[in-house]
């Protein structure tokens, strides 16, 4: 019997990840019109989300006005992640790409830069979606700092960024892509576009959805 791929069919996971003041909220926007253009379906989302009862928890906790233990808020960001997967499995299989500011990579970075254990911070990840393509916008924590607004929230702090930056090259696997983020902003949106379009036209032809980090 003929294989069917139309049934098969769905949106990419698109991850954007980097040092905070990286530009990936900026890109992400741009990405989003870029596909609108093309006529594709595709939705704009980012972690944490602070509109879910978790993510309103860990906006007070960014915000400095709450206090948590390490281990606490890192368990809040996966949970937050969770409160979304079947929605975010749901909208891929209907055919939906979505461009995600920060995931998983984000957190277990973050986590492991305070001095938790790597592996410690990836196991609550596990099983959730693994992206079909993270773009990693590398920018050096110095050039990031001299960025309008750096320094808002409570990990924009240089030192900590540095050990940020070491933890995210530990988590780079064959699905990310390493973009300069130093470039001007359209070279930047020019490389991201030509690597996501391949990415999605993969996804429509019937790219098995897999999970984060499962052996």
Known sequence: ????????????????EGLDRSG?????????????????????????????????MISSYLANKSELDDHAIHLLFSANRWEK???????????TTLIVDRYSFSGVAFSS??????????????????PDLV???????????????YGGERYEQL???RKVARSY???????????DACLPIEDVEKQLQ???????????????LSQLWSS
Request: proline fraction near 4%.
């Open 159 to 161: 030192e900590f960024q």
């Open 113 to 130: 830069a305070k001095g938790l254990d790597i592996e410690w911070c990836k196991a609550p990840e596990m099983g959730l979606l693994a």
């Open 1 to 16: 019997m003929e294989n069917n791929h139309k049934s098969d069919s769905r949106g990419a996971l698109i991850v954007l």
């Open 194 to 208: 030509e690597v996501v379009l391949d990415c999605v036209t993969t996804c429509q032809k019937g790219k098995p």
């Open 169 to 179: 090259q530990i988590l780079h696997d064959a699905s990310w892509k390493t973009i």
């Open 85 to 95: 997967r079947s929605l975010m499995e749901n909208k891929l299989r209907s055919g």
């Open 24 to 56: 990936k909220t900026l890109q992400s926007r741009k990405l989003i019109s870029y596909l609108e253009g093309l006529s594709y379906s595709v939705e704009s989302w980012r972690f944490p989300d602070r509109n879910t009862g978790v993510g309103q």
């Open 135 to 149: 773009l990693y916008l590398d920018i050096p924590p110095e050039k990031a700092a001299e960025r309008g607004g």
